[in-house]
Structure formats: C-alpha cells, structure tokens
C-alpha cells in the first residue's frame, strides 16, 4: 500500500536544487523547481549517475544528468535528449505545512 512519507522541509530544498533520499529501497530526488516539488527516480535511465547532482533547469523543469548530459523532464520523467531514451520513473509530491513528503 503507498503512503506519503516526509523527506525533507520546503527550506531545505531551495528552488533549483535537489535532494537525494532513500525510501523503502527506492534512491530519488526531489526537485524544486520554481517552487513546485517533483520527485524521480534518482538514477540517470542511461548510465548509472546521480541526477540529484545534475543541474536544474527552473524555466522548463527539467533536470540534466551530470554524467552525460541527458536532460529530463521533471513532470513525466521522460529524457528529452539523448543519450537516455527510457523514462525515469516519476512519484506523486505533496507539501503539508512545511513539510516535503513523496508517495511510496
């Protein structure tokens, strides 16, 4: 059964960063972008690479891998270039108070 477990507060994860986090056996980031949250699964689908460390991109909401490049659409988890051609899987995001909680 899913639940929304906390993983961090607003304040710790500013607009255009991530945070990594482990939850029930799933590593993901979660994403600020503009003030909307995301999460995704935090492992690049192309190369295993940590997107929590890749750059942010608050205009579109997307993330880049920092190994090669490939940039990820935060809403779907779809790549947008290449080299990644499989999503990353995405998790549902909710803010109560302050609080960051992501549904596992």
């Known amino acids: 059964m899913a639940e ?3 993983v961090a507060t ?8 991530a945070k990594a986090v482990s939850l029930k056996g799933e590593f993901i980031a ?3 972008c503009a003030g909307t949250f ?3 699964d935090n492992i690049c689908s ?15 909401c997307t993330i880049e891998c920092p190994l090669h490049g490939s940039v990820f659409d935060l809403a779907s988890g779809r790549p947008r270039t290449l080299p990644a051609v499989v999503p990353v899987q995405t998790y549902a995001v909710r803010v ?3 609080e960051v909680q992501v549904e596992v």
């Open 4 to 6: 929304f477990v906390t």
């Open 46 to 60: 192309h190369a295993y690479a940590e997107l929590a460390e890749g750059e942010v991109d608050t205009d579109t």
């Open 10 to 17: 607003v304040d710790e994860i500013p607009s255009g960063t």
């Open 96 to 98: 109560v108070g302050n």
């Open 30 to 32: 979660v994403v600020n």
């Open 38 to 40: 995301y999460a995704i």
